[in-house]
């Protein structure tokens, strides 16, 4: 079975930057056959979305507190899921998950959690102020 794998994650001043890629491990393990998504949970709070892609690479989607500062993308030659953060802030800081979604469509997109079967661990994000 596919399982997602992050990496990236660790501690930034406000305002730094930091770069999260996901990969994936096990049987079928080609991030270019799924949708991704990537999500974080902040101690004492539900998991919530961060930022989508679709399996073609073609459409993205983010959430309203990191759009602007946060970048989704591809790198199909390293079959790997880039989030690139920037402009971090105090609240950002989370573990962050990264998952996978099976889609018929190249282009579908979701950011409900329960849509996508595969989880990775997470890697902690830390930004201090």
């Known amino acids: 079975q596919v399982r997602p794998a992050e990496s990236g994650g660790g501690l930034v001043q406000a305002g730094g930057s930091l770069r999260l890629s996901c990969t994936a491990t096990g049987r079928y393990s080609s991030v270019s056959s799924y949708g991704v998504g990537w999500f974080r949970q902040a101690p004492g709070k539900e998991r919530e979305f961060v930022a989508a892609?679709?399996?073609?690479?073609?459409?993205?989607r983010y959430s309203d507190s990191v759009k602007d500062r946060f970048t989704i993308s591809r790198d199909n030659a390293k079959d790997t899921v880039t989030l690139q953060m920037d402009s971090l802030k105090p609240e950002d800081t989370a573990v962050y998950y990264c998952?996978?979604?099976?889609?018929?469509?190249?282009?579908?997109?979701?950011?409900?959690?329960?849509?996508?079967?595969?989880w990775g661990q997470g890697t902690q994000v830390t930004v201090s102020s």
């Open positions: 892609l679709s399996r073609s690479g073609g459409r993205t």
């Open positions: 998952a996978f979604r099976i889609t018929v469509s190249t282009l579908q997109i979701t950011t409900t959690p329960r849509e996508y079967g595969y």
